[in-house]
Each structure stands twice: as C-alpha cells, then as structure tokens.
C-alpha cells in the first residue's frame, strides 16, 4: 500500500498503523493494484468481487446516509446486515464521500491519483455531472484505467437509457430462448443480465492492466451489459446467421443434440446430454433400451434430432421407472454425461464444491460467522482462500482519508457536519 502516513501520526490513532499493516494483503495475482470502485447493486460490485478475490486492493465509496441500496433490499436483515450485500462486498474497504459537491468531488480526485482503476456503473451523463468520466480522470491521472459498466454502453441512441436484469435479458435475446413451448416468456434464474458485465469487466479490466505494465498507458473501458448479453447468444446467434430461422424456447433441451435435456425420475429431475455419439449405445443400455442402439430412426443424432417426437416418450417412460440417484450411480458408471437437477440445499453441501473451497466462511464483527460462496478461480500461487468480511458503512474513512490521502481527524470531524462524509 502507498502513502501510509496520517496526518496526525500516531498521536490521535494509535492502531492506525498496525490496521493499515493488517489490511495488506498477501501476495497474490493483483496484489498491488488499487480499484476505485464507486458501482452500485449488482453489476458493478459483482466485477470488484471478483477483482477482490484476486488480490486487489478494492475502496468502495458509498453514499454517507444509505451507501449501496443492497445493504438495505433485503426484507429479513441478519443482526442489521443485508445477506445481499453481504454476498457481494468481501474483500473491500468502504468509505462514505458525497461526489455530488465539490468538496467530495477535491477529495475523490485526490484519490484517483493513487488508484490504478476506477470503476462504475453509472450512466454516462451521471458520470460528467460527478466528474468521474474518463476525459476528467485521465487529467488527474494519465494512468488511470476507467471502467464503466452500464445498461447499453457511452454511444448509441440509447446510451442513457436506464436498465435492469429482466429487461435486458428481455432486449437481449435471452428470454425469447427460455423456458418450455407454448408457455409465456421466463428469465433466467441467475441474473446474467447483470452478472455477465461484471465477468466481462473483471477481465477487461486485467487485460487492460497488463497492456499498462508494457505501455505505461492508462485507457478507458466501455462495458455495455445489453452487448454482453448480446456475446452470450454465441452458436445461437451463429445459427440464426446461417439458417435465417429464429429459435423459439425449447424447455432444457438442444437446438441440435438429443437427447440433451432434462427427465422425470421417480422422485427428482435430472438431466442427460449425449452430447456425442460414443454415449448413445451406453445410455440405451443402462435403460434396458438395446433395441434403440441400432434402429435407423435413432442410430445417430441427427436421425435422433428427427425422430425426437418418437424417440422422447420412449426415454421417458424409461427413466420413468428409476430412482433418481439410482440411475445416476449407473449412469455414472457408464461414463454417461448426467446430473441432478440439484437445489441449492443440495449443491451447497456437495463433497465436489465443498472440496474445491466453493463453501467458504467468513467472520463479520457484526453477522458474526457466516457461509459464502468460494472464489472459482484457482491457481498454483494461491494462498489458501482467506476473504476480508464486506465492510461496514464508512468503516475505512480514517484508513483511507487520514492513512493514504493525509488528511486530519479535524477535516473529517468537519465533513461529516457538512454530510460530505
């Protein structure tokens, strides 16, 4: 960490330097990389959870009287926590500051010459109002790398348009390919809408890093979450492309392999994917359904994709008759492609998850010890996964304001009279 020093030393905040010791990371992908992050809610905060796992140093300023709407979205708080927010923060500091004045606006300047990336997910006309667009900060600090994520990017008709999950799986082509035939249109379950911009903008954000280290240029990043949804449509898209004809929903099957899709069993869903055709003789076999193996209505997938109205009853009735973990044990040892449709109950406690530190605890000082979810992202330089709690309101104002930036303990006294703070 730089710029240690606080404006009135020891005297005022004994712990101060031995906190901001604690604080240092262990070395890890992006230790040494400083985010400024000023996103909101889902999107955004999902990119610095990742970029957080990895290392980074993430500051998340926070407006001084809610702070990011998730702490107070859910109806059900744990000991005055909001479990959204919870899910989202970790490894972050959280600071208060009202960019809006012009005071918060000095002090978030004074930050942007220390960071190496600021982050966001306003609209771009909010950005200029905060003077938090790339043309402002690239003055107070030419290596400065922005990253905004927003509905539909900083050009095009409707750049400051607002928008949200459902409506940009609706826009984006998403929803018009899920769920069952003939039944009204369905979202996703997981919020892909938002959670793809933060994938996106995490490795942007990397790449842009790396061509920093060669170049010692900083630059400007436009995520746009109605594209990203757009790049999600892949072979789809490429289909279409190709064959002029527009997919309807088809329920958890395939536009081009069968059978790949979900079945009843006798007391839980799976699903099956032959993906190729090595797996088709095995899965007939452990169905007692030889007979199909060699019938030229079925002998291929593309004979299969055909014959799907016959072939699917067949199946059905089939799998029908099994217990469903039964028939995954045989399945499985066939080498057959197969799974649960698991709950959450049921994938939270898998020995698979729970082996790749995918269940991970965290010790918060007011929630106390509470589950989350681990970081996917494994690598050989990897200490064991060790995660900072999601912070409090404001928690690291005096880390931040008086620890790197030198500021007194009178200015924030002051500030926070004015609600700057």
């Not at 995520?223 to 004809?245: E, H, K, P, R, W």
């Not at 729970?354 to 494994?378: A, T, Y």
């Amino acid at each position: 960490m730089r710029n240690l020093e606080c404006g009135m030393g020891n005297r005022i905040f004994p712990n101060l330097q031995s906190a901001l010791k604690r604080e240092v990371r262990v070395k890890s992908l992006l230790s040494g990389v400083r985010i400024l992050d000023l996103s909101r809610v889902l999107a955004g905060p999902y990119g610095t959870l990742l970029l957080g796992d990895l290392g980074a140093e993430v500051i998340k300023i926070e407006d001084p009287n809610e702070g990011d709407p998730t702490r107070n979205i859910t109806p059900q708080k744990v000991k005055g926590e909001d479990p959204y927010f919870l899910g989202l923060n970790r490894n972050k500091k959280s600071i208060t500051l009202k960019l809006t004045t012009l005071q918060g606006k000095e002090i978030f300047h004074r930050l942007v010459k220390i960071c190496d990336v600021v982050y966001d997910n306003f609209r771009p006309d909010v950005l200029e109002k905060l003077g938090a667009d790339y043309e402002t900060l690239k003055k107070v600090n030419p290596r400065i790398i922005s990253c905004s994520v927003s509905g539909f990017g900083h050009t095009g008709p409707m750049q400051n348009r607002p928008a949200f999950d459902l409506t940009l799986q609706a826009r984006g082509g998403a929803m018009s390919v899920t769920g069952e035939p003939g039944r009204p249109p369905v979202r996703l379950g997981l919020p892909m809408g938002d959670l793809a911009g933060g994938m996106f903008a995490a490795y942007a954000i990397s790449a842009a890093l790396f061509h920093r280290e060669k170049t010692g240029k900083g630059m400007k990043i436009d995520i746009s979450l109605l594209d990203c949804q757009v790049s999600l449509l892949t072979y789809m898209a490429q289909y279409y492309f190709f064959n002029g004809i527009v997919p309807g929903p088809i329920g958890s099957g395939h536009q081009s392999i069968v059978p790949y899709q979900a079945f009843k069993t006798q007391d839980i869903w799976i699903v099956v994917a032959v993906f190729v055709e090595k797996f088709w003789p095995k899965f007939c076999k452990v169905l007692g359904l030889e007979n199909l193996i060699s019938d030229p209505r079925f002998d291929r997938n593309k004979n299969r994709h055909q014959n799907k109205a016959i072939l699917i009853p067949l199946l059905e009735e089939a799998i029908l008759k099994w217990k469903g973990d039964d028939l995954l044990k045989r399945l499985d040892e066939e080498d057959v492609p197969a799974a649960p449709v698991n709950t959450l109950d049921r994938i939270l406690s898998d020995p698979q998850i729970l082996s790749r530190n995918m269940v991970v605890e965290i010790d918060h000082s007011q929630v106390g010890n509470f589950k989350s979810v681990g970081n996917p992202v494994k690598v050989s330089l990897s200490p064991e996964d060790k995660f900072q709690p999601p912070p409090l309101l404001g928690q690291h104002n005096e880390l931040v304001y008086c620890g790197m930036l030198g500021y007194s303990p009178a200015d924030l006294q002051a500030w926070k009279k004015e609600g700057i703070i």
